[in-house]
């Protein structure tokens, strides 16, 4: 499975959580503890908000750990919400239209996780997007049919409500079409203000969720800290470093919303 994090609060150069922490996502992308996907190398990507409504992105399909470009980006860009990610695929091809995060108009998407037996649902499923949306689509993973999905069912206006009726589409197609492999994803979306984070799986094994506890201090490897400020989360596959009173796990079947610098964690439904 991939890792991702979401930061929102104070601006900050990227590589103050990408690559500084002492379990860093790039960390991730080659020694992932919180999977069974421990190396993450089949691309990578960033999403960022600055002085524009929509965000930037960057993607490549090097692994991560050798991309000299992510690492002076990271240092070089300061943002006050962006998100990153690291791939594992599940299936479909190593492209930069296949790295997340996706983007459609101010939105930012990640995901971490699988439609199981996507191949037999993807028919049905694409056949629900507006065509509109769907001539925007680039790649050929079941993230961006969810992500389609659910700005079809409603997610600008309301993401969480998209979200769920996307997992409700996915759940009821699998049951029409007899698969039993399961549907599991974390996502993370979001719109230049606020985070909305998502944990959900069909069986009781869901991907890794976790979020920062207020005050939280990142350890690096060299010892030194940095303390996010109280209008300051992150979001994230897995923790950064092993300070367990840095994290708290986010429950089964439930939501997160940052909003304003708050971060409330919700059941899902």
């Avoid at 300061?78 to 101010?106: I, K, Q």
Wanted: with cysteine.
């Amino acid at each position: 499975m991939c890792r991702w994090l979401a930061y929102s609060g104070q601006s900050i150069s990227l590589e103050t959580v990408l690559m500084a922490p002492e379990h860093s996502i790039l960390d991730q992308s080659r020694h992932a503890e919180r999977t069974n996907f421990e190396i993450n190398g089949d691309g990578f990507g960033v999403g960022w908000y600055g002085s524009s409504a929509s965000p930037g992105v960057f993607h490549d399909v090097r692994p991560a750990w050798n991309d000299g470009n992510l690492r002076s980006l990271a240092h070089h860009i300061e943002s006050p919400l962006f998100m990153a990610h690291v791939r594992a695929t599940t299936g479909s091809s190593v492209s930069r239209s296949n790295c997340h995060p996706f983007a459609y108009n101010d939105w930012l998407f990640v995901h971490n996780g699988q439609i199981g037996d996507f191949e037999k649902l993807r028919h049905a499923l694409d056949c629900q997007v507006d065509p509109t949306i769907y001539g925007q689509r680039g790649g050929t993973t079941d993230t961006e049919t969810m992500f389609q999905l659910a700005l079809t069912f409603g997610l600008a206006k309301d993401p969480i409500g998209g979200i769920l009726r996307m997992i409700e589409t996915v759940e009821s197609e699998r049951e029409k079409m007899g698969v039993e492999a399961p549907f599991h994803m974390t996502v993370a979306l979001a719109n230049g203000k606020d985070v909305w984070a998502f944990r959900h799986s069909s069986d009781d094994i869901p991907p890794s969720l976790y979020y920062s506890t207020p005050g939280a201090s990142l350890h690096d490897a060299n010892g030194e800290t940095f303390t996010l400020d109280a209008g300051s989360s992150l979001i994230l596959s897995e923790p950064l470093d092993r300070d367990p009173d840095n994290w708290a796990e986010a429950p089964p079947e439930s939501r997160i919303h940052v909003h304003e610098g708050l971060l409330k964690v919700s059941t899902l439904f």
